[in-house]
């Protein structure tokens, strides 16, 4: 992977207009994983007062569909097709981290999972994705196109 075609994806994630909105941050991102952390705040509570599980279900999209990433052919397109969460716990207040792992990239579906944890360790919730490999749609210099950059860096190195 070329290091500087990762700094622009990961500009491009974090600049992503819901991200913002939900003030999750990716920082790292390699070959099958990807880490997000959100400091959760009043607007990501229920009318109960615990994190909204819509938050938890974000955080798993991305991290899982950021994990498979990185082992896609250039310039691919990809989208969540089936997300499952399991809701094992809920947080008022804190960071949550969540981490997306890869278990399978193949030729038109790809597989991953995540876990959402609290700064403790505390596992508040799993989940799985499957994505779908597009040919043409949704490519990742479109999203750089969106996003204002002209070009993407290339994604491998010679």
């Known amino acids: 992977m070329n290091p500087e075609h990762i700094k622009v994806i990961l500009d491009i994630i974090n600049q992503s207009p819901y991200l913002k ?7 790292e991102l390699q070959s099958g994983y990807c880490k997000a952390e959100v400091d959760l ?9 615990g994190a909204h599980g819509g938050v938890y279900a974000s955080l798993i999209d991305t991290a899982t569909f950021w994990a498979v990433y990185c082992d896609l052919r250039e310039n691919v397109g990809l989208t969540t097709i089936d ?16 981490e ?12 991953s999972e995540a876990t959402v ?42």
């Open 21 to 27: 909105l939900l003030s999750v941050k990716v920082y």
């Open 41 to 49: 705040g009043k607007r990501h509570l229920n009318s109960f007062g």
């Open 83 to 98: 997300l499952k969460v399991d809701n094992l716990a809920t947080v008022k207040e804190g960071k949550l981290v969540v």
């Open 100 to 111: 997306g792992k890869q278990i399978k990239v193949g030729r038109s579906i790809c597989l």
């Open 117 to 158: 944890k609290d700064i403790h360790g505390k596992l508040l919730a799993y989940g799985t994705s499957k994505q779908l490999i597009l040919e043409g749609i949704q490519s990742f210099s479109q999203a750089a196109s969106v996003m204002g950059y002209q070009s993407l860096p290339p994604k491998f190195l010679s």
